[in-house]
């Protein structure tokens, strides 16, 4: 999938994975085909990973979910938008993530 | 936020994936039904496809898929569905597609030969994750359906694995040495290596498990059919050494008996069977009553947190066993296992001496034992597996 990830826009995960929260563990399963490249993969989140996840029900521009985690996490600034944006990008480039429409 | 890899991606198999604790039941095996459309000689499970008492009595859709439900909840992360032939549910898609979108993936087990066009395109667009298992007994009409003894299931086999194919499904083919295939195995090979769509070398079955319902008659015809020890090791050798190196290998590795404790095997730790009426087993094989739970009656949380740590604990009490099995250093080696014991004696801890014999072989091939010598009866047997894997 191409496309850039923009602070404006709202996402949610998409309708082509399934994602379980095992043993405090969120794993990300594929659906359908062409899901990144996890045909002999799972794929789980780091804390940060799901610190964004958890937020991502397409209520909100990806802004606000930047503003939020900006009042939570102590980082140098802007570090956070850099981290999120760079998180979105490869989640919505493996399809799991669309735009809210 | 320090961290700059938000993702881990971690390998299917599941060790690794966990840092804390893993779940209860990580792999659930489900046989859906008995009935087969074929009628394999050496298989210890089909009945008739027309079975109508068999059918009548398997569980229903909606409790296939409540019990998935409850096996994603306990944490699940992969289902085997086999049988019998599972294709042959008329509810097969229904099931299968319920468990994928509860995130589990899925091993399909099958004989291809009821795969469809629709099934394919299915698999294709919403893949099960796992490779589809088709067993193919044979390299001709002739032998496949001298195995098989289902006309047509030759032709019908290869017209599903084309479907496969055409549909970007990946399965691997597994081949049984039996009478009428011995000898097929190179051409087997061959023919699974140039196999469009084929996502790994092929698998053999040489060493056969009588049938796990006590049919008598079924498992004299099944006995009949048995490699013995020697014969799998000059199977296990056809292509040079490097399986018998491995069995030696493993032996040190996993050396020391294995004490007077039925259920040691490691890769059943954290799965569970069910049959098609219900009833939650130790393994696909073992059907003796007292290691049977009814989901029926429970669930599958009790049975996999109660009832099976339980089992677990079962000790082995025939005096045979424990002069023998429990004393023998070749555990990594020997198929022994209450399952065996269920098929051979109606029990859970009578030595087979089936597998005994070919643990033997595979022993003495690895220079693990002298001919003539007893396995038991080796006191530093543990020493010597070690030494043999160390190459001193």
């Known amino acids: ?101 | 936020m320090t961290a700059k890899s938000f993702v881990r991606k971690v390998p299917s198999g599941m060790s690794g994936l966990w840092r804390a604790t893993a779940p209860k039941l990580a792999r659930l095996d489900i046989e859906l039904t008995e009935r087969c459309n074929c009628a394999c000689l050496h298989c210890s499970v089909a009945r008739p496809a027309g079975d109508a008492e068999a059918e009548a009595r398997e569980w229903p859709t909606e409790r296939w898929q409540a019990l998935l439900d409850e096996a994603a909840g306990l944490g699940c992360l992969v289902v085997r569905l086999t049988g019998g032939e599972p294709l042959l549910r008329s509810d097969f898609e229904e099931i299968y597609l319920h468990a994928r979108k509860l995130g589990l993936r899925v091993m399909l087990f099958t004989n291809a030969t009821l795969v469809t066009a629709r099934l394919a395109r299915l698999l294709r667009d919403v893949p099960p994750l796992e490779a589809v298992e088709v067993s193919i007994y044979g390299m001709t009409r002739e032998s496949c359906e001298a195995v098989t003894r289902a006309p047509g299931s030759f032709a019908a086999a290869r017209r599903g694995l084309g479907l496969l194919a055409e549909n970007g499904v990946p399965f691997v083919v597994k081949g049984a040495v039996l009478p009428p295939t011995r000898g097929e195995a190179d051409e087997f090979e061959a023919w699974a290596a140039d196999l469009s769509g084929s996502a790994g070398p092929p698998a053999f079955a040489v060493l056969f498990d009588l049938h796990s319902r006590r049919d008598a008659a079924r498992s004299a015809v099944i006995a009949g059919l048995r490699s013995g020890g020697d014969e799998f090791v000059r199977f296990s050798r056809r292509h040079g050494d490097e399986a018998v190196g491995e069995w030696g290998e493993f032996c040190g590795r996993t050396g020391g008996a294995r004490g007077d404790r039925l259920f040691i095997c490691l890769p059943a730790a954290a799965s569970a069977s069910v049959d098609p009426y219900g009833r939650l087993q130790y393994c696909l094989g073992l059907r003796h009553p007292a290691t049977l739970y009814d989901l029926a009656a429970g669930s599958l949380r009790e049975a996999v947190t109660e009832f099976l740590p339980r089992l677990r604990e079962t000790r082995a009490a025939d005096p045979a066993y424990l002069e023998r099995c429990a004393r023998c250093f070749l555990r990594g080696l020997c198929a022994q296992c209450p399952a065996k014991s269920w098929a051979e004696h109606g029990t859970l801890d009578t030595p087979v001496e089936y597998f005994c014999g070919v643990a033997h072989a595979q022993a003495i091939a690895a220079g693990l034992l002298e001919p003539g010598e007893k396995a038991w009866a080796v006191r530093d047997g543990a020493e010597r597996a070690k030494r043999r894997r160390n190459g001193s």
Do not use: C
Request: proline share 3%.
């Open chain 1, 1 to 101: 999938m191409t496309g850039k990830i923009e602070l404006g826009r709202a996402y949610r995960p998409s309708d082509d994975v399934v994602v379980r929260e095992i043993e405090g563990e969120i794993v990300i399963v594929p659906l359908t085909s062409g899901i990144g490249d996890l045909e002999d993969e799972l794929l789980t989140l780091n804390e940060t990973g799901r610190a964004i996840w958890a937020r991502l029900d397409g209520s909100r521009p990806l802004a606000a979910v930047v503003a939020e985690l900006e009042s939570e996490y102590e980082d140098a600034e802007g570090e956070v938008r850099v981290d999120v944006v760079g998180f979105m990008q490869e989640l919505y480039d493996r399809r799991m993530i669309v735009e809210k429409s």
